[in-house]
């Protein structure tokens, strides 16, 4: 009777962490480059059991299943749709790629785009103060700022209107989406052993970058809104299995008075 209310409990469980990631992707339906991320169940063996041999000095080996595992991974790939702002501070990528920023403690962090200020010191960066991993340097004299899709940064300084090339903002690619590590405002840390792969923009299956646009959430309500009701579904499934064998110990022990 108790292995009945750990099936249950387990499912809820894993129910509820599916609600968790529902629940954080429909709160950012309205958040620039925010990517959803997908819920995945899958068994968990936890050891080997060796039957008796069908066949002479042949063991059969076969897992126990010992519950579920759920895995949230975001999913970096999906684009989302782009809004053009008509800001000359706004970037966003069309296609596959991240921009790289330089976190406060060395580390690299990715970033789809969205809105860069410049710091006093004259650096590129976005909106929370994070620099560009490509040190680009804007002079205080800057009148107009173009970003071209190839991610070269050119600039109009002074009265004459003189153009000058500020740098290049390449794009960097991961292999495996689950290496990621979602973070506050956008970003994304990647695990120490996963490399990335640059390129320049628009090159080698690299997306372009886009000035003056904004990328919207790749989220979608009514998709949201499926799952959400399925799930909750699920969760209910679980918590009559437990109701369920309650009820029959209730009975069990009222038979043995």
């Given amino acids: 009777m108790s292995g009945a209310f750990y099936v249950g409990a387990v499912g809820m469980q894993a129910q509820q962490r ?12 309205n958040t620039p480059g925010f990517k959803r991320s997908d819920v995945r169940f899958a068994e968990v063996v936890l050891d080997r059991i060796v039957d008796g041999p069908s066949v002479p000095g042949m063991p059969v080996e076969r897992g126990q299943l010992s519950g579920v595992q759920v895995v949230t991974a975001p999913m970096l790939s999906e684009q989302g749709e782009l ?10 990528i069309e296609g596959a790629g991240f921009l790289e920023l330089m976190g406060s403690s060395g580390q690299t962090l990715l970033w789809r785009g969205g809105r ?3 710091l006093e010191d004259g650096t590129l960066a976005s909106a929370a103060g994070i620099a ?4 680009i340097t804007v002079p205080a004299d800057v009148t107009a700022m173009v970003i071209a899709r ?22 960097v690619r991961m292999g495996d989406d689950t290496a990621a590590r979602r973070l506050d405002g956008g970003l ?8 990335l792969a640059d390129g320049v923009p628009g090159e080698d299956g690299f997306g372009a970058i886009v000035q003056g646009a904004i990328e919207r959430s790749t989220v979608s309500f009514n998709d949201e809104m499926v799952s959400l009701l399925l799930v909750q579904r699920a969760y209910a499934a679980n918590a009559q299995i437990v109701q369920a064998a309650d009820q029959l110990l209730g009975i069990a022990n009222n038979l043995r008075r």
């Fill in 83 to 92: 809004n053009q702002s008509g800001q000359a501070l706004d970037i966003a």
């Fill in 132 to 135: 560009l991993k490509a040190g």
């Fill in 116 to 118: 860069l200020r410049v």
């Fill in 18 to 29: 599916a609600l968790d990631t529902i629940a954080n992707n429909i709160s950012n339906v």
């Fill in 150 to 171: 190839d991610g070269i940064v050119t600039a109009t300084t002074g009265d004459g209107g003189e153009v000058i090339e500020l740098g290049q903002i390449m794009l």
């Fill in 188 to 195: 994304y840390l990647m695990e120490d052993t996963v490399s």
